[in-house]
DNA sequence: GTGAAAGCGCTAACAT
DNA sequence: ATGTTAGCGCTTTCAC
């Protein structure tokens, strides 16, 4: 009954007698006593604890990855510490309280981590995973490729008079997506796109396609940076301008979720594969040692009606 | 230069000269000193952690509940652990884990806590808060007056021959909001309506309207318990069965998820107000004393255009 | 295989 | 206002 035995009684390969450790267990079980991990941390130094810092909790996307984290990490008896950047509040600050909770790995998805802090973290020995950050671990699907991929299929339909909407400006992904895009383009020699600014959001989407829609020429196709705006630049085609969705005006998305499969709209798009990335993403959150690696996850071109013709 | 001294720099109302403080915290700043938490916890007995379990982490629902109370608890300075129950692990193993860290809450959006580790929870101090769990505290959407007023309105609107799609059988949310829309077809002297069972996702309610719709006489309308089986029995009588929607086949759901308001769908349903809950779920969470109370969340009525006749 | 003692990094009395 | 001491609940040498 020495508070030794005890500690050994619940480390799985300790070396104790299996009769002494039954009876500890059994105590426990009618005492309700169960170990402190705060104090086991205390001393091992680690908490088995993975911070997750989201910058926009609005945008499903990320959710979707959180809840896939979160079940990859269960299952290595991890868990997840997650914070949310909104409403003023820097990266900095929240990854500055996560070390605090001496996290083992931080998971961001949010830009803004100041270099002087991500060299901090890791000094401590605390690995930084992120969707783009230089300096830091990175995972991403392929923007560049599924980019290319868009605008080589939407030339092969036959659209001609190509349109492109980014995301937020300052988003390396919607950059990406562009690059891709935009350069295939520019390698057969054509013009670049007519190009027009979404946020990733519905409603700038829907203002930046009637703008783009009201245009003479009127654009044949357009190529939106997430599936999102491309379902509602659709949906402004379909209903308020009433163009045949396809034949008439052609649309695509990145990122293949849910929705864009569905009969309604049935979006070409080049998929975002969450559980491949997140797979990734765990791979390197589990496994501390490694230098800083950036993991294209590639994707496919999810070819539906949204860009057939005739 | 002794440790309470710095504890106390770190402390924000202890009794510590300002010069000291600004001498400790700059010392602080150029060693890249952070205090410890979980030292911190081992003595205050307070984590500032509190535990979210979600059983269905692909249910939407969840993850936007999830991403508000992050925020919420943010501006608390609390944070949250998560914890997902999938793949076989039972929510009491998980909660079991929850309490070795210490958290201050739980905040419960999966069934099956079994009675006696609920009993644990309360005796060790630990409020547990969950949708739907008798002998905790609860935060509920308004389910039965949902359902009430969402028979109140397909009757008004001259539907006779009503169907309802119910979620998993053994989901209270479901019964309730069942309850609610034939309770008040009985009291109205009308029959029981016809019922077909969804599991609450977009398959099954797919397969349970097709088989509906077949049916002859064929339901002029129909109830699904959530919003996205009824997003899925709308397009199957829309693309499956060339009914016009809402003249010739009325459908309402339940949540006012963003997808009913878009203009393709436009479906009528009865608002659970995320934002709402969840403010009432951070203030129970936030305040530990107080005996089980049931919040109910009372949501409005949205008519939209898929239950409008002529 | 088991117990005694030391210590993880902090805060809370209690002095001063 | 500051330093000293004790101790939060555990794991880890080190004896036995």
Redesign the interface.
Known sequence: VSQAAVSRAFTPGASIANGTRAKVLDAAQTL?Y??????R??IKGR?G?IGVV?GS??Y?FF??A???L??RM??ADK??????A??G?TVDVLV??L????VDAVFLMAAGLSPPLAE?CR??GVPVISFNMRGAITVNGDNLGGGARIAEHLLAQGYRNLALMTGLEESITSREREAGFSDHLAAQGLPPPTRVVGRFDRETAQQAARELLSRTPRPDAIFCANDHMALAAL?VA??EFGLEIGREFGVAGFGDID?AA????SLTTYSLPVEGVIDRVAEVLLDPEGEPTHSVIGGELKLRDSTRRG
């Open positions: 309700g169960r170990p402190n991990l705060l104090a941390s205390l908490t604890i989201i909790p609005r499903p959710l979707e959180l809840a896939a979160s079940v269960s299952k868990h997840i510490l997650v914070y949310t909104e409403g509040t500055e309280d070390l605090q909770y001496r901090r000094n401590e949906e379909r209903l929705l569905w009969p309604t709209f």
